[in-house]
């Protein structure tokens, strides 16, 4: 089974950068969907950032277009999330995400069947 560790969160001010990091156990992970989700203290966990299993076409939320940009490095078994222009209302924790089939999945968590442990963001004002 595909185990995924995230790293790279931390607290920073507004309008600030971030880069989370999302290592997989096995290199199948190269040929998976992957996506970033993330959760705020009382709020449903809601889509970030996917990228697709057969090409490095990549969508975001509304909410991110412009400020967040997903990537994957296939030599280094990871995907990142560059997260810049950070708003206090980002505070979440960061899960990355993959789907092991070589499939299109959407934006709902239930596309998803192997999670991270989670990194903690914190944007202040």
């Known amino acids: 089974q595909v185990q995924l560790v995230e790293s790279g969160g931390g607290l920073v001010q507004a309008g600030g950068s971030l880069r989370l990091s999302c290592a997989a156990s096995e290199r199948a992970f190269n040929t998976y969907p992957m996506g970033w989700f993330r959760q705020a203290p009382g709020k449903q966990r809601e889509f970030v950032a996917k990228?697709?299993?057969?090409?490095?076409?990549?969508s975001y939320a509304d909410s991110v277009k412009g400020r967040f940009t997903m990537s994957r490095d296939i030599a280094k078994n990871t995907v990142f999330l560059q997260m810049n222009s950070l708003k206090p209302e980002d505070t979440a924790v960061y899960y990355c995400?993959?789907?092991?089939?070589?499939?299109?999945?959407?934006?709902?968590?239930?596309?998803?069947?192997?999670w991270g442990q989670g990194t903690q963001v914190t944007v202040s004002s």
């Open positions: 990228v697709g299993w057969f090409s490095s076409s990549t």
């Open positions: 995400a993959a789907r092991r089939m070589r499939v299109v999945v959407g934006t709902s968590p239930g596309d998803y069947d192997t």
